[in-house]
């Protein structure tokens, strides 16, 4: 079986004004969830098979530069609910994790 995974969450978002200079991408999980599974939505009705949680920069570390790692629990429960609030028994979900942004 071949998978279609979705595609840029954070250029979406940009795309549907939602994301101001310096605004947690990942805090929009929180904050506005059904603009998240909305986004989700649309690739899935693109026909995307795999949708990854709107979670790439969710990390304690990463999150430290919005002075937020104390949320990470929280926002990354949020991303999970958002996709899972769009794929329901249709599509599959990944989770994303990206960089921390800091050099070892």
Request: glycine share 10%.
């Amino acid at each position: 079986m071949i998978h279609i995974f979705d595609g840029a969450m954070g250029t979406i978002l940009q795309q549907k004004g939602l994301l101001a200079p310096g605004y947690c991408p990942e805090l929009l999980n929180v904050d506005k969830p059904e603009e998240i599974t909305a986004v989700h939505q649309q690739y899935i009705d693109a026909g995307s098979t795999i949708i990854e949680t709107n979670s790439f920069g969710a990390s304690p570390l990463k999150l430290a530069h919005y002075n937020l790692s104390e949320r990470a629990r929280e926002i990354n429960i949020a991303a999970v609910k958002a996709a899972k609030a769009a794929a329901g028994d249709k599509v599959k979900i990944a989770g994303s994790m990206g960089p921390t942004g800091k050099f070892i």
